[in-house]
């Protein structure tokens, strides 16, 4: 059985246009941006250390970093960066809790590198209700 070249040649096209319709590529999302800032009491505007900022802890001068966290995702062209919604906690002992809340619809597509500053947050110390 013989096939024509013209039939060969229209399949070769359509496997070519096949691939390139349902082509996929892994690409890098952001799942949080790099995140820096300092943690000061409110009354006395002095740095809070050992704070709990995510999974660090501030260091003497109230600094905190939380590094940027990436992710693989297989998409398809044309298809939009997904949001990117990040919300951190923010605790220590003896103070009222905080966090640190970001949202970006196209956030995800972030390039490597992102980076928000918190600048500086204060805590308000917690209220000790002792009832007996």
Same mark, same amino acid.
């Given at each position: 059985?013989?096939? &024509?070249? /013209?039939?060969?040649? %229209? $399949?070769?096209? +359509?496997?070519?246009?096949?691939?390139?319709? +349902?082509?996929? %590529?892994?690409? &890098?999302? %952001?799942?949080?941006?790099?995140? @820096?800032?300092?943690?000061?009491?409110?009354? $006395?505007?002095?740095?809070?250390? #050992? %704070?709990? @900022?995510?999974?660090?802890? $501030?260091?003497?001068?109230?600094? +905190?970093?939380?590094? *940027?966290?990436?992710? &693989?995702?297989?998409? +398809? @062209?044309?298809?939009?960066?997904?949001?990117?919604?990040? #919300? *951190?906690?923010? /605790?220590?002992?003896?103070?009222?809790?905080? /966090?640190?809340?970001?949202? #970006?619809?196209?956030?995800?597509? #972030?390039?490597?590198?992102?980076l928000h500053n918190a600048d500086t947050i204060f805590?308000?110390?917690?209220?000790? $209700?002792?009832y007996k």
């Amino acid at each position: 059985m013989k096939i &024509s070249y /013209s039939k060969k040649y %229209c $399949t070769i096209v +359509f496997v070519i246009a096949i691939a390139f319709t +349902f082509q996929s %590529c892994l690409v &890098s999302r %952001c799942k949080r941006p790099q995140i @820096v800032g300092y943690i000061y009491d409110s009354i $006395t505007r002095m740095p809070i250390e #050992n %704070c709990k @900022v995510g999974e660090n802890l $501030t260091d003497a001068k109230g600094y +905190f970093e939380l590094k *940027e966290l990436r992710y &693989s995702q297989f998409t +398809f @062209v044309g298809y939009e960066a997904p949001p990117l919604m990040v #919300n *951190e906690l923010i /605790s220590k002992e003896g103070y009222e809790k905080k /966090s640190i809340a970001l949202f #970006n619809p196209f956030g995800g597509g #972030n390039r490597k590198g992102a980076l928000h500053n918190a600048d500086t947050i204060f805590l308000k110390k917690a209220i000790i $209700t002792d009832y007996k």
